[in-house]
């Protein structure tokens, strides 16, 4: 199982980011996905899920700024983040079951 995160960076606050998880060694087709982030000197925090039938939910915190979605035919799911603040600075994570991607930081920041 590998899972690759892409799309970090460095955004101003109120920007917008989309991250990308590029998924291979299972059917990700059937697979729940779920994106969870680490803010500096915090603990892990889910963010969202998106389940097999392609429905979703997300955690209070990001209802209405961010989006996650499913590409099948291209085995990645993707986070959309809009409207981004400070304290969203964060490594962000794919994850499927117990498997983990390495991160990709998000710093928000004028």
């Known amino acids: 199982v590998q899972l690759v995160e892409s799309g970090g960076g460095l955004v101003q606050p109120g920007g917008s980011l989309r991250l990308s998880c590029a998924a291979s060694?299972?059917?990700?087709?059937?697979?729940?996905m779920i994106w969870a982030r680490q803010a500096p000197g915090k603990g892990l925090e889910w963010v969202s899920g998106i389940y097999s039938d392609g429905s979703t939910n997300y955690a209070d915190s990001f209802k209405g700024r961010f989006t996650i979605s499913r590409d099948n035919a291209k085995n990645t799911v993707y986070l959309q983040m809009n409207a981004l603040k400070p304290e969203d600075t964060a490594v962000y994570y794919c994850n499927r079951n117990n498997d983990w991607g390495q991160g990709t930081q998000v710093t928000v920041s004028s």
């Open positions: 060694g299972f059917t990700f087709s059937s697979s729940t």
